[in-house]
């Protein structure tokens, strides 16, 4: 169960939060908890302690991991946010877009 149709590098928009509406691409893809970091999207600051790599510590802005279904992918043909349904296709399975006028794959 820890398969998303959501990957890296995929164009998503957030559909519900303190950041609904957003556009952006995903950074990175965590199955196991399945969540996902966008990039400008759920922005904390944190203080960071004095290291070697940063001598004077501080406060950072980072992003914070978000759950999969508050993101949903927008389709690169119709420029659409849609959901993601799965074709088998040569024995290899391919994500297609779910509008009705579209229908294209996305891989």
């Known amino acids: 169960m820890n398969k998303m149709r959501?990957?890296?590098?995929?164009?998503?928009?957030?559909?519900?939060?303190?950041?609904?509406?957003?556009?952006?691409?995903?950074?990175?893809?965590?199955?196991?908890?399945?969540?996902?970091?966008?990039?400008?999207?759920?922005?904390?600051?944190?203080?960071?302690?004095?290291?070697r790599d940063n001598p004077s510590g501080g406060i950072i802005s980072l992003e914070k991991p978000i759950h999969v279904s508050t993101v949903m992918l927008v389709c690169p043909k119709c420029d659409q946010p849609t959901r993601v349904g799965l074709v088998v296709k040569d024995g290899k399975k391919v994500r297609v877009c779910k509008n009705k006028e579209c229908g294209k794959e996305i891989d």
């Open 6 to 51: 959501i990957h890296k590098g995929d164009r998503v928009q957030v559909i519900s939060g303190k950041d609904k509406g957003a556009i952006s691409s995903v950074m990175r893809a965590l199955p196991e908890s399945r969540k996902v970091v966008v990039e400008k999207v759920g922005v904390v600051k944190k203080a960071q302690r004095p290291t």
